[in-house]
T-cell receptor, first 114, second 111 residues
Framework: AQSVSQHNHHVILSEAASLELGCNYS??????LFWYVQYPGQHLQLLLK??????LVKGIKGFEAEFIKSKFSFNLRKPSVQWSDTAEYFC????????????FGQGTELSVKP | DTGVSQNPRHKITKRGQNVTFRCDPI?????LYWYRQTLGQGPEFLTY????????KSRLLSDRFSAERPKGSFSTLEIQRTEQGDSAMYLC?????????FGPGTRLTVL
């Protein structure tokens, strides 16, 4: 069965630290890849997405992610986090030949200390 | 606000009661999805519609669950004879193509 794995359940960083959140998926077909963010008390928001082309994609608020096809990975990065980045981050895979449903990872809770 | 809206935002019910949730997608989005999210987990797919046609249902969607999108616009998700295990956040998303936009969710608590 298709699955998405996020390596870290909870990450705690100080402001200005660099961030990398891991995401691996298991699916051999064509995929679109997404990172969504859920700030405290708010709904899921799109952070960035990869469909094709340049495997390094840039999103909102200084986030970027790199698609490495050979590793089935789509890791999220940010060079310098801020307290306002405290949120839960979800990696998701869009399956083309399965109706376009999203398969989500279990999420990574990021806490940034001021 | 032109985003996805869901009502109610919170629902508390007693075991065995029926509940119905509504989702209003972004205008002219032809696809509408329902997901369920429990604490500490990512959203899990339940079902989706292309216009008014329900095209896929997850095994998570037992016979007690039914979803409709009668005119291809808003959708309803009904749970009959609720159980404590149904307690979760029910999320709706809509899309025109490949990017799904989520609503705020309906948090269901079954006592």
């Amino acid at each position: 069965a298709q699955s998405v794995s996020q390596h870290n359940h909870h990450v705690i960083l100080s402001e200005a630290a660099s961030l990398e959140l891991g995401c691996n998926y298991s699916y051999g077909g064509t995929v679109n890849l997404f990172w969504y963010v859920q700030y405290p008390g708010q709904h899921l928001q799109l952070l960035l997405k990869y469909f094709s082309g340049d495997p390094l994609v840039k999103g909102i608020k200084g986030f970027e992610a790199e698609f490495i096809k050979s590793k089935f990975s789509f890791n999220l990065r940010k060079p310098s986090v801020q307290w306002s980045d405290t949120a839960e981050y979800f990696c998701a895979v869009y399956l083309y030949n399965q109706g376009g449903k999203l398969i989500f990872g279990q999420g990574t809770e990021l806490s940034v200390k001021p | 606000d032109t985003g996805v809206s869901q009502n109610p935002r919170h629902k508390i019910t007693k075991r065995g009661q029926n509940v119905t949730f509504r989702c209003d997608p972004i205008s002219e989005h032809n696809r509408l999805y329902w997901y369920r999210q429990t604490l500490g987990q990512g959203p899990e797919f339940l079902t989706y519609f292309q216009n008014e046609a329900q095209l896929e249902k997850s095994r998570l969607l037992s016979d007690r669950f039914s979803a409709e999108r009668p005119k291809g616009s808003f959708s309803t998700l009904e749970i009959q004879r609720t159980e404590q295990g149904d307690s979760a956040m029910y999320l709706c998303a809509s899309s025109e193509q490949d990017t799904q936009y989520f609503g705020p969710g309906t948090r269901l608590t079954v006592l």
